[in-house]
């Protein structure tokens, strides 16, 4: 794909990477975008003020974090309320939470905070202003929360076993930007530096929630946390289906992503040699990795069994970590010596292996964003789609969607709560009703159509409209190489919760902890800067517990 | 009966005569495509079709008559175009906005000099079409209105399409019949959907 310049290292071909199963085995790198976040708050030293705190003695009420960035103002509202416990569950589809978010543009006056009172806690049942970014809400973790504020209360710590395990106060159940219900379009942000980047202001959202939950143990509890215990608390996160269509509906945004991360390991792969400074610090982190993957315990027994082969692989590599960053192209024959291993430890030398190495990669998270969506090109001849096809989706030419195994589910949305949802379509109804996902089987369905009769692709719409959409992601593949997941979405092997784990690494999320093949526990800003720490440090991959 | 003609049109009749009385909603651009795309799949129109359309959100938001006229034409009957077309024009009979709109931005984009839709309804949402499609395409565009229902579409050396202004709030029927349309791609639920189709049970806490 790309030309070999003397020491480069070819990018890794798509066909490899936009698997699924190796989607499904992605960490969280120094590109993510809550890393590339802090980091660049960090750089630019924002500040963040508790502007307004009216949470009472039972920790109910509303509080303002302000934060500049960039010569403007941008404010966390919190309000907290008294949740039923019938009323308490972590799904999207939930009608009440413990807490409520907006990411105000601006700071918001009495006026506009009696409005949000009104609306935040309805969430999607509430209509909001392009003067609101972000719309989120959290519940307490019913294990941590309680027990934090009692032992704060009795001039104790909390358990470090319990911290540990668990991680975080709360878990948020949705974290909504991009003009929903009401809220600002994305567009608004293009031009806000920081927050011009893929999911900034969701992240910074999350990352001032997590400060919030800490503010409020402290208040219930009448003491301080320690630091190095609040540093781990980020904020869980229980994510679902809603998530997954995401990746195949953003095929240029999917490709950037990927792009710039493969970009910068071929960057570090063409490193002739390493400093003793960055031999050193690839020993102190290959230990943090044995610590963290020591540390990430869930109870999907599948899941356990994948991070316990993953230990024992790492060992592997860390034994022979030595010799293999002696070579030449260290880094190289690193990358090179984990294929030999589970997708599950490739991936995570190739987020280990950039981490070391910002001042050549950080650079490149500019590159993970996306403008307009690539329009179709109808001028475009017959023979060079066919060229296309052959050379771009003959992964998607191969599967044989005459087999019941291969169309054995399908998406759609549901009535009931108008979110996407996976069905069996041989044992449910509504197969009819599927959402166009079925990428490979439309690029084959497209293929059987092709003939010479046609000038242009235009041409051949008016003769197929329905081929329109698939037509026009075969042209973005030609310019997004990384653009299409290379799997059959409706094949009785997809499993949602790859592309789940994908799009939450990006996010910066780790400790994936699935509770199905479709939902899955994670933790946001976990080991991340506090609020008084955005002062250059920005050593916070795989969290550990330090305390 | 909602696809029915006397129905849109009795729908449109109302919607004119009540302009400036409706109810409006303060809406994101955003959310007006995800709520086009969907009405335009639950009508009936290809996906790729339904893109294009929702492509139109910010222009057709500019005027809160057009998104009547939008309505009108999403929910008027459909009839085969017929289709001719020599090396330099393209004639589409029985047009339909919904339909025949993204195939003349194709043949003007790749090569053909005028496109004729004839017998087309909601002719009016050209303006939107076409803008959409200068920006897109970096083109200039013309139209030209020969009878009450054919439409001449040409390129044209200097830009001499009006300018649309900032998107407004929408009037709430045109919301209404958009997310009516949108129901016919929801699923409703079943025991079984309800207890994996999101995969985490009925409940899930911490």
């Not at chain 1, 980091?39 to 934060?67: C, M, P």
């Not at chain 1, 955005?534 to 330090?546: E, N, Q, T, Y």
């Not at chain 2, 931005?105 to 053909?112: E, F, H, R, T």
Request: proline fraction near 5%; charged fraction near 25%; include cysteine.
């Amino acid at each position: 794909m790309n030309k070999i310049f003397r020491n480069e290292v070819p990018l890794r071909e798509p066909r490899a990477v936009m698997k699924l199963d190796r989607m499904g085995s992605m960490f969280p790198t120094r590109m993510s975008f809550m890393r590339t976040l802090l980091r660049q708050l960090s750089e630019k030293r924002a500040l963040i003020n508790r502007a307004v705190w009216e949470i009472d003695e039972d920790g109910f009420g509303h509080a303002v974090y302000t934060i500049n960035i960039d010569d403007r103002m941008y404010s966390l509202v919190a309000f907290t309320n008294y949740l039923n416990p019938e009323d308490r569950t972590d799904r999207v589809i939930a009608e009440a939470w413990d807490s409520s978010y907006v990411l105000y543009d601006g700071v918001p006056e009495i006026g506009d905070i009696v409005r949000l009172n009104e609306t935040v806690p309805r969430q999607e049942v509430g209509r909001f202003t392009i003067n609101e970014l972000v719309l989120s809400r959290a519940n307490k973790s019913l294990r941590l929360f309680s027990h934090v504020v009692e032992a704060l209360k009795k001039g104790n710590q909390p358990d470090k076993k319990m911290v540990k395990d668990i991680g975080y106060l709360m878990r948020t159940t949705a974290v909504y930007g991009n003009g929903k219900f009401g809220i600002a379009d994305r567009n608004k942000l293009i031009d806000r530096d920081i927050l011009s980047g893929p999911f900034m202001a969701e992240m910074l959202t999350v990352w001032l929630i997590r400060g919030f939950t800490h503010d409020l143990v402290e208040h219930l509890g009448g003491s301080k946390l320690d630091r190095n215990i609040k540093s781990y608390l980020g904020v869980g996160n229980a994510t679902g289906l809603g998530m997954a269509p995401f990746l195949v509906s953003h095929p240029e945004l999917l490709s950037n992503w990927m792009m710039a991360r493969e970009t910068g390991l071929t960057r570090v792969r063409a490193l002739q040699s390493l400093t003793q400074r960055q031999l050193l610090r690839i020993t102190q982190l290959a230990d943090r990795v044995v610590i963290h993957l020591d540390e990430w315990q869930v109870t999907d027994e599948q899941y356990q069994r994948r991070i316990k082969s993953l230990r024992i692989e790492w060992k592997k590599v860390y034994e022979n970590l030595e010799f293999l960053v002696a070579e030449d192209q260290p880094i190289h024959s690193l990358v090179k010596f984990s294929e030999q291993f589970s997708l599950d430890c490739q991936e995570l030398v190739v987020a280990f292996v950039l981490e070391p190495f910002g001042d050549l990669i950080d650079g490149l998270t500019c590159c993970m964003t996306s403008g307009e969506p690539m329009p179709l090109n109808p001028k475009m001849s017959i023979k060079e789609l066919e060229v296309l096809i052959e050379e771009r989706f003959g992964w998607a030419i191969e599967f044989d969607f005459n087999l019941r195994s291969e169309t054995a589910q399908f998406w759609y949305v549901s009535e009931e709560k108008l979110e996407p949802r996976l069905g069996l379509r041989y044992e449910e109804q509504g197969g009819e009703l599927e959402s166009p996902l079925d990428i490979a089987r439309q690029v084959k369905l497209l293929r059987s159509d092709l003939t010479d009769n046609f000038a242009n692709v235009g041409e051949f719409l008016r003769k197929f409209p329905a081929h329109r959409s698939v037509l026009r992601r075969i042209q973005i593949m030609d310019s997004y190489p990384y653009s299409e997941i290379q799997d059959n979405m409706i094949s009785e092997n997809c499993r949602p919760i790859d592309m789940l784990r994908c799009k939450l690494a990006y996010f910066g999320a780790a400790k994936f902890d699935p509770k199905s093949d479709r939902w899955v526990r994670v933790t946001l800003a976990q080991g991340a800067p506090l609020f008084n720490e955005l002062d250059g440090r920005d050593d916070w991959w795989l969290p550990v517990f330090a305390a | 009966m909602r696809k029915d003609i006397d129905y849109i049109s009795n729908w449109i009749e109302t919607f004119i005569d009540k302009e400036g009385t409706w109810p409006v909603v303060a809406c994101s651009i955003n959310e007006m495509k995800a709520l086009i795309s969907k009405a335009c799949i639950g009508r009936g129109l290809p996906s790729g079709h339904a893109y294009e359309m929702a492509s139109l959100a910010s222009g057709l938001m500019a005027d809160q008559v057009m998104m009547g006229f939008f309505i009108g034409a999403l929910y008027d009957s459909y009839e085969k175009p017929v289709i001719h077309s020599d090396n330099k024009t393209l004639t589409i009979d029985h047009a339909r906005f919904v339909i025949s709109g993204p195939m003349a931005v194709d043949a003007l984009i790749s090569g053909a000099e005028r496109v004729n839709l004839n017998n087309m309804p909601w002719k009016m949402l050209i303006t939107p079409l076409l803008i959409n499609a200068e920006n897109t395409y970096k083109c200039f565009l013309s139209f030209e209105i020969v009878d009450n229902f054919s439409v001449i579409l040409s390129h044209s050396v200097t830009r001499v399409l009006p300018i649309l202004g900032d998107p407004k709030p929408v009037p709430l029927p045109v919301i209404e019949a958009l997310e009516e349309l949108a129901k016919n791609t929801y699923v409703p639920s079943s025991d079984i959907s309800r207890r994996l189709g999101a995969g985490a049970g009925l409940t899930d806490t911490d």
